[in-house]
């Protein structure tokens, strides 16, 4: 039996290639994890083979104890509103802002009471379809200050959602 060409057909990384090398035996069984092909060495070393085995083991116990999807769900809303409490005071003045220089930008521009927010937040939110443009000084320097304020909106509600997702998949308890 050629250890070499067992260690290719196994996968075996530079590790266990080396202990092939130093007189371990080829592979003693297979175990598919995650449609990898993974070989648990004998050694003549016990604790190297108690280790290889143990890191399997653990990499097994790892995903056998991942979450459902319902829990994963549950955590993550409970996240979601404890950061959002946690960042309303920030959240709440940046929509102030946008709502009072959207207000303040269509008595400028003379626009209607419905135009006005309706430019206020699809600028904020940077999409700019074009149909309702400032036309004056005071008017665009208004409109730079909601896109401006909208950026800063989307990426703190953007850094929200990405907190919670990674306090949803950890494994510590949040609630």
Not at 68 to 79: C, D, E, G, T
Not at 135 to 145: E, H, K, P
Request: aromatic share 6%.
């Amino acid at each position: 039996m050629n250890p070499a060409g067992n260690a290719a057909t196994c996968g075996l990384n530079k590790v266990a290639r080396r202990l092939l090398q130093l007189g371990g035996r080829p592979c003693v069984s297979q175990l598919a994890i995650r449609g990898q092909p993974t070989c648990v060495m004998a050694s003549p070393d016990p604790s190297i083979r108690q280790r290889r085995v143990g890191a399997l083991t653990e990499e097994m116990r790892a995903r056998m104890n991942q979450p459902s999807p319902k829990i994963v769900r549950r955590r993550f809303l409970i996240a979601l509103g404890h950061a959002v409490h946690v960042t309303w005071p920030v959240l709440s003045t940046i929509l102030a802002i946008q709502v009072v220089s959207g207000v303040l930008l269509g008595f400028v521009e003379g626009w209607s009471v419905g135009d006005a927010p309706y430019f206020t937040f699809v600028t904020g939110l940077t999409i700019g379809y074009g149909d309702i443009v400032p036309r004056q000084a005071l008017g665009r320097a208004l409109a730079i200050g909601v896109g401006i304020s909208g950026l800063f909106l989307t990426g703190l509600i953007a850094g929200i959602a990405v907190h919670a997702m990674r306090a949803a998949l950890t494994d510590r308890d949040t609630g």
